[in-house]
């Protein structure tokens, strides 16, 4: 039996975790697509990889999965509605239909949830398996509400109303924080998103802390609560402002550069988690497979990091690219002992961006939703989400 080069990464620590970053709806449809498209010597041994790693009857059946959680974003959200348009224009009829006076936007939302319910629905054997430490779904609230608490926490209840083995996610702004708190303390698990600096990060621990604090003096079962805090790689140095700053600075900064500054950030954080013991665990999510300066194709936002015991939440397009350059990839099981390029460090340093992000007081909660890679991410999934609310539309208006 062959393992898939994701599964190696696993390898590396037994409490490492890989998550398919999408609906599971999509999965099946995408797995063919997948093999269709590789080459033939391949095809049986990666069938093999793909069905180990996501099987709807093995799931049924034995109750486990190669993954072992599942996140959804309004993109690929979208992306779920997109592949198979006439599943959900019978939902919206049907959600339309039973409720006449709901507006579009309740409408969309009440698909919305059903979206999540199905996806939660398709693993929930592999929670109760596990007694609750696999199997979850994380469901995010609006990003057209990054800075609305009362709002967030409205749509976070009812996200995680949805199933028992459904995570909340929430934006790395200071109302984001504030709800993440309160929703922890009522003992329901959270996936902070947005997230790209050590600061959000630390306060998205201290928020976890606090919560946790008020659920045990309120006697909430935490038996099976998790918290996870994604630090959103590529987003943070190729959305944000670094390249502009360097530019304006004179300072030349090449992509490997880039990933060290990525690299620094979350290891920093990371390390941090370690030294206070905190529950969360940190996610890895919006990698790249690429080359590096000497023309060796890479995926350091995954190579970097082997050894840790943090979750790696893949995207369908990032795991077919991995298997295409699976005998290039290296999995050290010390990578993440390794220090960060201190050349790179310097250099970045100079960057009141980076600062920012690596920093433990790099910013105040109040400015987190101003960060330049905030900004640019809730700006593509709002816009995703309003896309989908015009699909909902649509339906709705014949």
Known sequence: MSQHVLEKLAATNPEAEIWWDSSPLIYPSWKEDTLAKAPEEKQPEWREQLTRLYDNETIHAQGVMGFRGVTTNPPLSLQAIQLNPELWRAEIKDIARKNPGMSVEQVYWTMYLDLVKKGASAIHRVYETSGGKYGMLSGQVDPRFVTDGEKMLEQGLSIAAMGENVMVKLPG?????????????????????????????????????????????????????????????????????????????????????????????????????????????MLQCSMRVEKDDNGKIVSRHIEDFAGSDMVYTCPPSYIAQCMEAEDSLTFDPKAIEREVNPKSLEKLLKLPSFRQAYEFEGMKPEEFSRYGAFQSTATEFAAATRQTVDFVRMVVEG
């Open 173 to 281: 702004s200071k109302e984001g924080y504030e709800v993440l708190e309160e929703l922890t303390a009522r003992g329901i698990s959270t996936n902070n998103t947005t997230s790209f600096t050590v600061s959000q990060y630390s306060r998205c621990m201290a928020a976890v802390t606090a919560g946790l604090q008020r659920a045990r003096a309120a006697g909430v079962d935490l038996s099976r609560f998790r918290s996870v805090i994604t630090h959103m790689s590529a987003r943070l140095g190729q959305l944000g402002d670094w390249q502009k700053e360097a530019k304006a600075r004179g300072i030349e900064l090449s992509m490997m550069e880039i990933r060290d500054g990525e690299e620094a950030v979350l290891k920093r954080a990371y390390w941090f988690g370690k030294s206070i013991n905190h529950p969360s665990k």
